[in-house]
């Protein structure tokens, strides 16, 4: 998502980010059927009409990769490599899980729902369709839904059409698209996504620590033009109302700070409210900005007390890294401008 677009509280849909490990597989929502079942009394078929005459719930989301803000650590973990742009904040229409799985009757004994998407290929040296897990406290929390329409539009194929997991607070690859199937298990599931992949390792091949909630992350819209290259901004002397979000899927946010020092200084900035308990958070601050260079830093915390590291937390998949948004501006007359030349 380009940064400019933190300007919309509704992310439009062509402009969230897109994380596809594989390729978007080709759906017939006629003949579709999403399949539930394993450690269940009753598993369910379920074509997009039975999903669609539930119970429904619309509400924002704010999603974001695990990966987001990896192309900043050195050594770069290969894999995407995000600056920080890798988040969204649709607006996501489903059914509640939670109703869904008590349908198909748990049996004792349950521990894991997984969640298969119709995605296949080979990662880390297995074939695999695209699976993720959650316990099943954490499956039949508020908020957890099987999402068909974003924005009031159907889901188009990139975001899982016809039918994704949407799972408020949790880095995105807990959202599974394209879901074929839901399987209640008796034993904890070792898939790959879930096993192997996203975890915070700090030395490469150690065992690590699941990714799950995303971490308080402030963004905010770089001010002024950038240069092609360098992507360095320009903004003129004077007042400037520099705007951003924040968002924690551990906690609400509580406060913003700002610096125009690089991070020595810090100020808080404004709070906005939200309209969606899972959505980002509107900030905004007045930067007086004196000519000559500036980093330009933004800082959230949450109601936990967590808040984002000064410098990147180096690991080895290059997940969760928070560290604070640098956006580099030179406040005066950019080169080979008029003002520039007028001033000569
Ligand atoms: N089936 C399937 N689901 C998936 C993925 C995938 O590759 N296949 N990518 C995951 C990852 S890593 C992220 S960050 C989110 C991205 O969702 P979006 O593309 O709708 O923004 O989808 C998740 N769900
Ligand atoms: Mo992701």
């Known amino acids: 998502m380009p940064l400019e677009a933190l300007r919309y509280d509704v992310t439009p849909v062509g402009l969230h980010y897109l994380l596809i490990h ?7 929502a006629e003949t579709y059927e999403l399949h539930v079942g394993g450690h269940v009394h009753r598993p369910l078929r379920l074509t997009m009409h039975d999903i669609e005459s539930r119970p429904k719930t619309t509400f924002a989301v704010t999603l974001e990769c695990a990966g987001n803000g990896r192309a900043r650590l050195s050594p770069r973990p290969m894999s995407q490599p995000w600056l920080n742009e890798a988040v969204g904040n649709a607006e996501w229409t489903g059914t509640p899980l939670g109703p869904l799985l008590e349908e198909a009757g748990l049996k004792p004994g349950a521990v894991d729902v997984v969640f298969t998407g119709l995605d296949r290929g080979v990662q880390g040296g297995f074939d695999q369709f695209y699976e993720r897990s959650l316990s099943v406290a954490n499956a039949s929390r508020d908020g957890v839904m099987l999402a ?11 975001h899982g059409f016809p039918l994704r997991l949407i799972v408020p607070g949790w880095y995105g690859m807990t959202s599974v698209k394209w879901l074929r199937s839901i399987t209640v298990t008796d034993a904890p599931f070792q898939g790959y996504q879930q096993a192997t992949a996203y975890h915070f390792r700090e030395v490469t091949g150690g065992p690590g620590v699941p990714v799950e909630r995303m971490r308080p992350r402030a963004l905010m819209v770089p001010p002024g033009f950038p240069d092609f290259m360098s992507r360095t901004r320009f903004v003129d002397p004077g007042e400037h109302l520099i705007e951003g979000r924040a968002w924690s899927g551990l906690a609400s946010i509580e406060r913003v700070d700002f610096s125009a020092d690089g991070g020595v200084t810090w100020q808080p900035a404004e709070l906005d409210g939200t309209a969606s308990p899972f959505g980002w958070r509107r900030w905004t601050y007045r930067w007086g900005a004196t000519a000559g260079e500036h980093e330009l830093c933004a800082r959230a915390t949450d109601a936990a007390g967590n808040t984002q590291p000064i410098d990147e937390d180096w690991n080895a998949e290059g997940v969760q890294n928070n560290a604070v948004q640098r956006v580099h501006v030179v406040a005066g007359a950019p080169p080979g401008s008029q003002a520039a030349a007028d001033s000569l």
Do not use: E, H, M, T
């Open 148 to 158: 068909y329409a974003v924005n009031g539009g159907p889901l188009p194929p990139q």
């Open 22 to 28: 594989f390729d978007i597989p080709a759906v017939d």
